[in-house]
């Protein structure tokens, strides 16, 4: 008996179909860690002289979770708290004016006071204010002197020096706080972890020095996503050279989606704020906060559909007509039957969608009549996102035409031969 059959196995990459179209990350403003502050006094302190006329400071500070900050009038002239008289101020906006942002950040609470060469923290207020109102009003530094007590006053007036030298050589600006979320590819790819998923992964850049960033993931579909490490260590917070992964499962790729993904950090640009009074006639005031920021970015990314099939073509071999109701087995890799009794239909078609990539194999367990079938597996490759094409030409069974069988000849001989007869 003839077997003869024809297998054409054809690769076709879809690549294009699963590329994660990713859009611009939107950057928030930075978060401002209070919406109010209210400043009160803890009582006035004259450390030093001006042109020869002592200088009195209130000391003014607010708390925020118990902690006290200190706060720097901004409107020479203008009535500020006092002990027995606060006032709360709105605070909605960073500070613009850079001079004074120089003059707080060459000082306290930027600097500590043995940093500034002071025993106290009222000495490093003092000092700190009045660079405060040199980057407005450009005093003289020479005017400057002690004033009761010199040899404790001469820690703030060389303070006073200190900071303001160093604030008008500077040139520093308060960095803005920004986070960028950046794809180390394009498109998703089989994890080499767990290759039940595809996987993409992310950095996170920050424009300054930051701890940690935590990732969040909004999503409106059922998709079951993961958060990971490189090591696919499932947590949403990282280091800030960390990168993380995002892992989608493969059997929840039956149609594209999309999701958001959201960085947050403090970073550290030396925030101040302006807190704005809630009366014209009242000073406003720069309120510190510590030397974080929060920053916020997000961006949108999109996963396609799993496009990984096999599509069987059954034909006659001759002809190239297709041929219906050949049936198949689909092995994976361990040869274990996955789907059972696929037969093709009138084009001779068999398709089998959204499978993951490896290896499979093709079982022919029924020919179609008049066929011979194929005892052989057919193993195929599948990579992700690719169709692979399995062509099987069948070749018509063969007519057995009856055989005659040769005649048999039996020859017979038969004879006697007689003597002649004589006489005695």
């Known amino acids: 008996m003839k077997k003869i059959i024809s297998i054409l196995m054809i690769s076709i990459v879809c690549i294009s179909n699963f590329i994660g179209i990713f859009g ?56 500020g708290v006092e002990v027995g008289f606060e006032y709360t101020v709105d605070v909605n906006q960073m500070l613009s004016n850079q001079k004074i942002w120089r003059a707080i950040i060459n000082g306290y609470p930027f600097k500590t006071p043995a940093e500034l060469g002071c025993n106290t923290m009222e000495e490093a207020y003092a000092a700190t204010k009045m660079a405060v109102y040199d980057a407005m009003y450009n005093y003289d530094l020479n005017k400057f002197d002690t004033y009761k007590h010199p040899e404790t ?85 990282f280091d800030t050279t960390e990168k993380f992964k995002v892992l989608i499962p493969i059997v929840d790729l039956e149609k594209s989606g999309e999701f958001t993904l959201t960085a947050k950090s403090d970073l550290k640009t030396m925030p101040i704020f302006y ?29 396609q559909e799993n496009k990984t099939q096999i599509e069987i073509q059954k034909q006659d071999g001759d002809t190239k007509i297709p041929l219906k109701n050949g049936t198949f087995n689909l092995l994976d890799e361990n040869k274990q039957i996955l789907y059972s009794e696929l037969t093709t239909n009138d084009q001779g078609v068999i398709e089998v969608k959204h499978l993951l990539p490896g290896i499979y194999y093709l079982e022919e367990i029924k020919a179609p009549d008049g066929y011979y079938g194929y005892e052989d597996l057919i193993q195929m490759e599948v990579k992700l996102n690719q169709k692979t094409v399995v062509k099987v030409d069948n070749y018509q069974e063969q007519e057995e035409k009856p055989s005659e069988d040769p005649q048999e000849e039996t020859e017979i001989s038969v004879g006697e031969k007689k003597l002649p007869k004589t006489g005695f």
Do not use: H
Not at 55 to 79: S, W
Not at 194 to 206: E, F, I, L, P
Not at 291 to 300: H, L, N, Q, R
């Open 24 to 79: 611009t990350n939107k950057v928030k403003a930075a978060i401002a860690p209070i919406e109010n502050a209210k400043p009160y006094s803890k009582g006035e302190v004259v450390l030093f002289s001006y042109d020869g006329i002592g200088i009195g400071v209130e000391i003014q500070v607010y708390k925020k979770d118990g902690i006290e900050y200190p706060v720097y009038c901004l409107n020479k002239g203008k009535r």
């Open 275 to 303: 807190g704005e009074s809630p009366n014209q006639d009242w000073q406003n005031y720069a309120v510190t906060v510590g030397e974080y920021e929060m920053a916020d970015t997000s961006i949108k990314q999109t996963y």
């Open 153 to 237: 006053d001469k820690r703030t007036v060389q303070a006073i020096k200190k900071i303001i030298t160093n604030v008008r050589k500077s040139t520093e600006t308060k960095i803005a706080a920004t986070l960028n979320i950046k794809p180390e590819q394009n498109s998703w790819v089989v994890d080499k972890i767990d290759k039940q998923y595809v996987s993409k992964t992310y950095s996170v850049q920050a424009s300054a020095v930051n701890k940690k960033y935590t990732i969040a993931l909004s999503i409106s579909s059922d998709a079951r996503f993961k958060i990971t490490d490189v090591k696919n260590t499932e947590k949403t917070e």
